[in-house]
């Protein structure tokens, strides 16, 4: 099953719930969503969905680079984090509001495994 066959049900909700999105190939067939949601609820609601069918993040094969309408129109709606010690992809998600998920896609020019990262590295933060 191709990546986009098994992760069908997040590209339909973000027709449904009026995100558009572009699909692209990333190295070793992963699945690439870039696109803008309409709101946080509907942004939120690609992520819950991509949480279900991969609860773990572990798959791999795609990578789920969403904003919102309003965070595009501001710029981009990208931020940086110093790593400092004790940080973990987790900790530093939740201090953002977002999925630690969004963090390790941003990030994979830099980071080769989300259980790996080290003080003084700067993190893209998706908003």
Not at 6 to 20: D, F, M, P
Not at 71 to 82: K, L, N, P, R
Not at 99 to 106: G, L
């Amino acid at each position: 099953m191709s990546a986009q066959e098994k992760y069908v049900s997040i590209l339909e909700l973000a027709n449904q719930n009026g995100t558009t999105y572009e699909l692209t190939e990333g190295d070793n067939g992963t699945l690439v969503v870039t696109g803008t949601a309409p709101s946080a609820e509907a942004k939120q609601a690609l992520w819950d969905e991509y949480e279900r069918l991969d609860p773990e993040f572990k798959g791999g094969d795609l990578i789920l680079n969403i904003q919102t309408a309003e965070a595009a129109a501001a710029g981009g709606g990208m931020h940086t984090h110093t790593v400092e010690s004790g940080d973990s992809l987790s900790k530093i998600a939740k201090g953002y509001g977002i999925q630690w998920k969004a963090i390790w896609d941003h990030n994979r020019d830099i980071l080769k495994d989300p259980d790996k990262i080290y003080p003084g590295q700067e993190l893209k933060i998706p908003m």
